[in-house]
């Protein structure tokens, strides 16, 4: 019971906080960079969606976007990237619009660590391709020619940089993420 009572107490003392340290609502829009000065965790920007507490009648908005930087992250992994965006970076609160020497950095590390990165235009994370990755390969035209094999290597001064393990060029590829992944890019059409 006691246990029941201080949680309670501890998300009343909470949704005081929210409510009190919300000055000014921010506007953020999809696409948009992110940063919590208090830990430094970043996001690329989908939306906001706005939840509610189970156990108490709080609304709060949560962040979602595709990639999500977490420096301070206990498990190492620094980095969260997805297809479909996802939350897990805490509340809106906090958070204000990076810089652009903020926004750099974060496609600098999504570039280094992750091999990732974003097309602000699509609103999607772009995957650079890896030597050892197993990869979708294709040519340009020929999306239904496509394959799964292991990238080897690229070559980029040529006009088909990407080599399978097979020595097969090819002038299109990205990372085989899933069966789906793989029907859409044979089946999508220009």
Not at 81 to 94: L, Q, R, S, V, Y
Not at 162 to 174: A, H, P, Q, R, W
Request: contains cysteine; proline residues 5%; negative net charge.
């Amino acid at each position: 019971m006691k246990k029941g009572l201080l949680a309670l107490m501890a998300l009343a003392a909470i949704s005081q906080e929210m409510s009190s340290t919300r000055k000014e609502e921010k506007i953020f829009r999809k696409g948009d960079v992110i940063i919590r000065d208090k830990d430094g965790s970043m996001m690329i920007l989908d939306s906001i969606i706005e939840n509610t507490s189970p156990l108490l009648p709080i609304k709060f908005k949560v962040p979602y976007g595709y990639i999500s930087y977490v420096p301070q992250n206990e498990e190492g992994n620094r980095f969260f990237i997805t297809e479909t965006p996802e939350c897990g970076i805490g509340n809106i609160d906090g958070f204000r619009l990076a810089t652009e020497k903020e926004k750099s950095k974060l496609l600098e590390l999504a570039k280094n660590e992750v091999h990732f990165d974003f097309d602000f235009k699509e609103n999607k994370p772009k995957y650079i391709p890896t030597p050892g990755d197993l990869c979708i390969f294709w040519n340009y035209g020929y999306k239904n020619g496509a394959c799964i094999a292991e990238l080897s290597t690229i070559n980029s001064d040529r006009e088909e940089p990407f080599v399978s393990n097979e020595n097969s060029v090819y002038t299109c590829c990205t990372k085989f993420l899933s069966h789906t992944q793989f029907k859409k890019i044979i089946h999508e059409e220009k």
